[in-house]
């Protein structure tokens, strides 16, 4: 089946830092990629939608300028945590819907701890 | 690497009727049991969280079982109704999320 990657899986920054994380479709071309993000023990939220070549679409309560996502070709999403402080650490995951059969696949996500 | 697999992947039920959608995995040493809810054109929503700790929860309508034992978690509908028609996925997350493919749920007035 099509696999979505993310890289890193896992990243420890200081407060402060800026942190990319990178959203991959391997296989299959998406012209809209979702970010989530899980608190630990929580569910999953969401918090953008990103389409290709656009301005991502922003959840309530999620700041666009400190969550930076850029959508720049069919394969590849990124989501920028500018500024990080603790309270962003997180587990964040991404999915990428199929152009053609709109089915969505999610990646593994990326474990932020902000030090 | 932990495999998720839902049965059925489709179902058409009439408004009114109590569903059972089926998830299981192959590694029973999980953290979490998720279970989503998919409408078209959107993203996630999620619907319940069991812990590794835990059997089943319940919200509204709903209740999620879950057997580490025998790698099955069970997603219980009551008194469908025609709003409940998306698509529902199960995950088993962790360290990484593993997603099932999903069961897409028409439910007829």
């Known amino acids: 089946g099509a696999v979505v990657s993310q890289h890193p899986s896992r990243v420890i920054c200081k407060s402060g830092t800026s942190v990319k994380i990178e959203c991959r479709s391997l296989?299959?071309?998406?012209?809209?990629m979702f970010w989530y993000r899980q608190f630990p023990k929580q569910s999953l939220m969401l918090m953008a939608t990103?389409?290709?070549?656009?301005?991502?679409?922003?959840e309530q309560g999620v700041e666009k300028d400190k969550f930076l996502i850029n959508h720049a070709s069919l394969t590849l999403s990124t989501l920028t945590v500018t500024s990080a402080h603790p309270e962003d650490s997180s587990f964040y995951i991404c999915?990428?819907?199929?152009?053609?059969?709109?089915?969505?696949?999610f990646g593994p996500g990326t474990r932020l701890l902000v030090l | 690497k932990q495999e998720v697999t839902q049965i059925p992947a489709a179902l058409s039920v009439p408004e009114g009727e109590n569903l059972v959608l089926n998830c299981s995995f192959t590694?029973?040493?999980?953290?979490?049991l998720q279970w989503f809810r998919q409408d078209p054109g959107k993203g996630l929503t999620s619907l319940l969280l069991?812990?590794?700790?835990?059997r089943e929860q319940t919200s509204g309508r709903l209740n999620a079982s879950l057997d580490k034992s025998s790698g099955r978690s069970t997603l219980y509908i009551a008194a469908s109704q025609p709003g409940d028609s998306a698509t529902y996925l199960c995950?088993?997350?962790?360290?990484?999320?593993?997603f099932g493919t999903g069961t897409s749920l028409t439910v007829i007035p």
């Open positions: 999915s990428a819907r199929e152009v053609t059969h709109e089915t969505q696949y």
């Open positions: 296989d299959f071309q998406a012209t809209t």
């Open positions: 990103s389409n290709e070549g656009s301005k991502a679409t922003y």
């Open positions: 590694d029973s040493a999980i953290y979490n």
């Open positions: 069991i812990q590794s700790s835990q």
């Open positions: 995950a088993s997350t962790g360290n990484q999320f593993y």
